[in-house]
């Protein structure tokens, strides 16, 4: 495998549901990122894991919880979602220097997340 | 606040030239990214500028003015398999990454 991977890709859960989406990168990169992506609107960044740092963005519900156990892998547990949390869950990385970052961020193809 | 404006859409004829605006007000200016999204694919890097100018790559080129707050990705002898979405974003001053919205391209025959 190469690059930034991501799965499942496609995923419907009930609302009662819990899931976990898992992304593993393939670059040597110490920094991943999720973002929400829904149609027209600009990219969301969730969460970011950088430097042995979480990052969150303070609008993201709680029933959204990161994992990142090492700097390969990163895991999104998703519990009792709403049907507005339908959306494109975009995981990313890149390679940061501490201080100061205008790193490329690499993406992986997505999870497509529908909530009935 | 901060705000990066594409436009929504836009329509072009295969061959032909097509300029992609991408206007940001942000506090302080670290660089600028262009991103190419198929649908239900990932985003893909295609240029990044930080300098004022223009950079070529290819059939691809991305110009910046910081002192107009402005870009645009220029893409010519357009292939049909452009039809994609190109996000801007920005770097501003705290090193965050600012997206816009996106400009969804459609390239007819």
């Known amino acids: 495998e190469t690059g930034v991977t991501q799965t499942p890709r496609h995923l419907v859960m009930g609302m009662t549901n819990k899931k976990s989406l898992k992304c593993e990168q393939h670059?040597?990169?110490?920094?991943m990122y999720w973002y929400k992506q829904s149609a027209k609107k600009p990219l969301e960044l969730m969460f970011v894991y950088s430097l042995e740092e979480r990052v969150e963005n303070n609008s993201v519900p709680s029933r959204f919880s990161p994992e990142c156990p090492n700097s390969s892998h990163l895991f999104l547990h998703l519990h009792t979602l709403q049907p507005e949390d339908s959306a494109l869950y975009l995981c990313?990385?890149?390679?940061?220097?501490?201080?100061?970052?205008?790193?490329?961020?690499?993406f992986g193809p997505g999870t497509r997340l529908t909530v009935l | 606040g901060q705000n990066i404006d594409q436009p929504t859409e836009m329509t072009a004829t295969e061959g032909a030239i097509v300029q992609i605006n991408c206007t940001y007000q942000?506090?302080?200016?670290?660089?600028l990214f262009w991103y190419q999204q198929h649908a239900g694919e990932a985003p893909t890097f295609l240029s990044y500028n930080v300098l004022d100018g223009l950079e070529e790559k290819g059939r691809f080129s991305s110009f910046l003015s910081r002192s107009k707050g402005y870009s645009y990705l220029l893409l010519k002898e357009l292939q049909m398999k452009d039809s994609a979405s190109y996000l801007c974003a920005v770097i501003d001053s705290n090193y965050q990454l600012i997206w816009g919205a996106g400009t969804k391209l459609i390239i007819k025959p």
């Open positions: 670059l040597g990169h110490n920094a």
């Open positions: 942000t506090s302080g200016f670290n660089g």
């Open positions: 990313a990385s890149s390679q940061r220097v501490k201080g100061e970052s205008t790193d490329t961020q690499y």
